[in-house]
């Protein structure tokens, strides 16, 4: 084999790791498609096999639902997928990789762990955790007040219904490995919406329009 590409939830990595150490003989390169790079990453330097270039990839693209029944032809047409460039990056590996994403129809951008973890911890896992969020808050509501929601469920509601119905393990996992990211990013939400609330009760004008 000359690529393998990790397509589970994080916390299988080091199984996966583990076991590829002991198939591999020669250099090949390990790609995978996480929302969250950067411990991972870290965990690869101390644990993989000399052999095995580890250059992360993330395919902007998918959607709530998962499984080969799901699977499209066309998933990374025209999608962003991001490459990870670190100090160690073997620059050679990167061009097969960018060539292999970018026969798939996608588009490249490089950028370092770091920069990654930070920009999605707000692009995309606090949008989830406010889905899931939101429909545990409506849930709890329905429960207390004994009403059927659904029923008068607009599309915003349905919206946050659907990214809620992603994979559970998956976004658990994301969650736990960019925690520090998410953590800065749910304050500033928090002190956000707190702003909201208080010119909401005020009715300041000034504010909310």
Request: a positive charge; aromatic letters at 10%.
């Amino acid at each position: 084999m000359d690529l393998v590409i990790i397509c589970t939830h994080l916390s299988e990595y080091e199984k996966i790791i583990y076991k590829l150490n002991k198939l591999v003989t020669k250099k090949i390169i390990l790609t995978d498609v996480s929302s969250s790079k950067k411990n991972f990453i870290e965990i690869s330097k101390r644990k993989l096999n000399k052999n095995i270039s580890w250059i992360s990839s993330h395919p902007i693209s998918g959607s709530e639902v998962s499984g080969p029944e799901h699977g499209s032809g066309s998933l990374f047409k025209n999608k962003w997928c991001i490459l990870i460039k670190n100090n160690n990056t073997n620059t050679e590996n990167l061009k097969k990789l960018s060539i292999f994403w970018k026969k798939l129809g996608a588009k490249i951008m490089i950028m370092n762990a770091k920069k990654h973890d930070m920009i999605f911890s707000l692009t995309s896992h606090l949008p989830h955790l406010i889905a899931y969020n939101l429909i545990k808050t409506a849930t709890d509501f329905e429960q207390k007040k004994k009403y059927n929601l659904i029923n008068f469920s607009a599309g915003g509601l349905r919206d946050f219904s659907r990214i809620a119905a992603s994979n559970e393990i998956m976004w658990r996992d994301i969650f736990f490995s960019n925690s520090e990211n998410i953590s800065k990013v749910i304050d500033l939400f928090i002190k956000n919406l707190n702003s909201f609330k208080k010119d909401i009760i005020k009715k300041n004008n000034k504010t909310i329009i």
